[in-house]
């Protein structure tokens, strides 16, 4: 199955400079940059979310993880939730479950992008299907996707520092006591 016909056809009107690539099927966003050789931080891994007021797509590299409150904020809804199956099914109904491009402006979807996506030129992304990838400049899907911006993404990469200032082994060991100004330790006599 080659690429979607609506993202095609949007690239292709818009002049947008893209490439389509082929690869074995995979189905998670590890997998598929893996198997696309793109770095996690530039495939574009969309997630469906459901809210009081419809569904929405967060868009955000594949070596994170969604904060769902954030989302939550940033959408300013009531409520949030992952979409189901069926939900993604009736969204997007000419592409493959868990297959979506990051474009749902193309279904009347609005669209949510974390900040951390602009830091690469170019993104990749999928295209309709779990065998093909498309590669393009992220600006061209921002000015494509007009996706509002915002910061969601947790993980590894995104952790917070601790809240505590890390000390030296110099510093910690000036803090123990020495052995010998340590009370020895006192036994209480077991009561009968």
Excluded: W
Aim: glycine residues 4%.
């Amino acid at each position: 199955m080659a690429i979607s016909a609506r993202l095609k056809a949007l690239l292709d009107a818009q002049h947008v400079k893209y490439t389509a690539q082929s690869h074995p099927t995979v189905y998670t966003a590890q997998e598929i940059a893996a198997a696309a050789h793109v770095p996690g931080r530039q495939l574009a891994k969309c997630v469906l979310v459901k809210t009081e007021k419809g569904v929405a797509v967060a868009v955000l590299p594949a070596i994170f993880r969604v904060d769902l409150k954030k989302v939550k904020a940033l959408l300013k809804a009531k409520t949030l939730r992952l979409a189901s199956e069926s939900e993604i099914k009736q969204a997007f109904p000419d592409v493959e479950v868990g297959a979506m491009s990051p474009f749902g402006n193309l279904y009347n979807i609005p669209v949510i992008a974390d900040k951390s996506l602009a830091e690469a030129e170019e993104i990749a992304c999928n295209a309709g299907t779990h065998t093909e990838t498309v590669t393009l400049r992220y600006r061209d899907f921002e000015r494509l996707a007009k996706p509002r911006l915002g910061t969601f993404a947790q993980g590894i990469a995104r952790s917070r520092p601790s809240s505590k200032p890390k000390t030296s082994t110099k510093t910690q060991a000036a803090r123990r006591p020495s052995k010998r100004s340590r009370k020895p330790a006192t036994r209480k006599a077991p009561h009968r």
